[in-house]
Nanobody, 117 residues
Framework: QVQLVESGGGLVQAGGSLRLSCAAS????????MGWFRQAPGKQRELVAT???????YYADSVKGRFTISRDNAKNTVYLQMNSLKPEDTAVYYC???????????WGQGTQVTVSS
């Protein structure tokens, strides 16, 4: 089973940017769709963005136009570039291989993103 390690989170002011990385323990070339999820305190985990092997992307309405997902299969890594961050983006961010709105792989520890107003 592939292991996922997220990194790149931190504390940033509203309007700032962060780039998250998700390193997989083995090749992700065969995983058609990878994605980023987030879970805010007291809320359910939600799917934020996905990317297929053909580089087709999906974004939740709440992040569309501000976040960009990418993947580098040669490095077994998925990225999430987050711009124009808002306090409501505060959450723990996780990567996974989504099936519907759920992850199909073991969850990593996630990376905390905190946006101050």
């Amino acid at each position: 089973q592939v292991q996922l390690v997220e990194s790149g989170g931190g504390l940033v002011q509203a309007g700032g940017s962060l780039r998250l990385s998700c390193a997989a323990s083995r090749s992700i070339s065969s995983i058609i769709t990878m994605g980023w999820f987030r879970q805010a305190p007291g809320k359910q985990r939600e799917l934020v963005a996905t990317i297929t092997g053909a580089r087709n992307t999906y974004y939740a309405d709440s992040v569309k136009g501000r976040f960009t997902i990418s993947r580098d299969n040669a490095k077994n890594t998925v990225y999430l570039q987050m711009n124009s961050l808002k306090p409501e983006d505060t959450a723990v961010y996780y990567c996974n291989a989504p099936v519907g709105t759920r992850g199909s792989l073991y969850w990593g520890q996630g990376t905390q993103v905190t946006v101050s107003s």
